[in-house]
């Protein structure tokens, strides 16, 4: 098994910026791509980034390229979101994921390890 424990999230005021991580312990050799995903309140579960395991190949979704990296040390298995430019839409709970296989996937069906999430919130 795999825990993800994500950490990083709070209250920030539009424009700021803020860096999520997220932490794998247990059978962590079982794990290459990772990446993250948003849900708002009333709002569907949506894909925010992901990256590979050797970081070469990352993606993002329409709404926060240009505004948030992706990057992971996989010495520390850990994975990192930095989110600049904030605005009020990026207001969600934020979950890491986590899959054995290394293709970077963007629905929530293509991630088989999942965090608690952590909140953001984006005052304007």
């Known amino acids: 098994q795999v825990q993800l424990v994500e950490s990083g999230g709070g209250l920030v005021q539009a424009g700021g910026s803020l860096r999520l991580s997220c932490a794998a312990s247990?059978?962590?050799?079982?794990?290459?791509?990772m990446g993250w995903f948003r849900q708002a309140p009333g709002k569907e579960r949506e894909f925010v980034a992901a990256i590979n395991w050797s970081g070469g190949s990352t993606d993002y979704a329409n709404a926060v390229k240009g505004r948030f990296t992706i990057s992971r040390d996989n010495a520390k298995n850990t994975v990192y979101l930095q989110m600049n430019s904030l605005k009020p839409e990026d207001t969600a709970v934020y979950y890491c994921?986590?899959?054995?296989?290394?293709?970077?996937?963007?629905?929530?069906?293509?991630?088989?390890?999942w965090g608690q999430g952590t909140q953001v919130t984006v005052s304007s």
């Open positions: 247990g059978r962590t050799s079982s794990v290459l791509a």
């Open positions: 994921v986590a899959d054995r296989s290394d293709g970077l996937g963007y629905t929530q069906y293509s991630y088989g390890y």
